[in-house]
Antibody, heavy 118, light 112 residues
Framework: EVQLAESGGGLVQPGGSLRLSCAAS????????MTWVRQAPGKGLEWVAN????????YYLGSVKGRFTISRDNAKNSLYLQMNSVTTDDTAVYYC???????????WGQGTLVTVSS | DIVMTQSPLSLPVTPGEPASISCRSS???????????LDWYLQKPGQSPQLLIY???NRASGVPDRFSGSGSGTYFTLEISRVEAEDVGVYYC?????????FGQGTRLEIK
């Protein structure tokens, strides 16, 4: 059974940094693209970033490019999102998701809440 | 980026009645391979999103057959043949053709 478990969320001040993690199990992690999606409180879903199987290709939402970095450690079956220079607009629940070959997301984690506030 | 527009944004439905949600994209989602890269997700209250339909019309594993997807190019529809109480939540369409992938605003289905 595919399982994804995010961690690392919390309260951070504007301009600060935070690193999110996603522990994966139940599938061959190194064979799968992985994605981060976020959801601001009471709002809709927003795709943030994705990364290919070996970490050599990365893509970002325009508003986070240059501030966020997606990475992975296939030896640890883990996905990461380094968030720098955060603003209040980055307040959201962050989900990690496993990409299917058909480019959609059949598996999601439970999410971790990031709150940016002074 | 592709803009996804859903309607309606709120959908009150009587149990046992059908329901329909539409989704329009600002660009065609039809790939030269013949697939439409349009997916539907349901986010039930307090839960993570779950995949319902992928590539426009394919039900994901475990999804009841009362859910169906149709459409091509820039116009797509999600239909529920007979709404049940457990179908309450927010439905999102998502284009999976380009990066960044974009979602519709969401349609909140509630039981009358």
């Amino acid at each position: 059974e595919v399982q994804l478990a995010e961690s690392g969320g919390g309260l951070v001040q504007p301009g600060g940094s935070l690193r999110l993690s996603c522990a994966a199990s139940g599938f061959i992690f190194s064979d799968s693209w992985m994605t981060w999606v976020r959801q601001a409180p009471g709002k809709g879903l927003e795709w943030v970033a994705n990364i290919n199987e070996d970490g050599s290709d990365k893509y970002y939402l325009g508003s986070v490019k240059g501030r966020f970095t997606i990475s992975r450690d296939n030896a640890k079956n883990s996905l990461y999102l380094q968030m720098n220079s955060v603003t209040t607009d980055d307040t959201a629940v962050y989900y990690c998701a496993k990409d299917a070959l058909t480019a959609n997301y059949p598996h999601w984690g439970q999410g971790t809440l990031v709150t940016v506030s002074s | 980026d592709i803009v996804m527009t859903q309607s309606p944004l709120s959908l009150p439905v009587t149990p046992g009645e059908p329901a329909s949600i539409s989704c329009r994209s600002s660009q065609s989602l039809l790939h030269r391979n013949g697939n439409n890269y349009l997916d539907w997700y349901l986010q039930k209250p307090g839960q993570s999103p779950q995949l319902l339909i992928y590539l426009g019309s394919n039900r994901a594993s475990g999804v009841p057959d009362r859910f169906s997807g149709s459409g091509s190019g820039t116009y797509f529809t999600l239909e529920i043949s007979r709404v049940e109480a457990e179908d309450v939540g927010v439905y999102y369409c998502m284009e999976s053709l380009q990066t960044p992938k974009t979602f519709g605003q969401g349609t909140r289905l509630e039981i009358k």
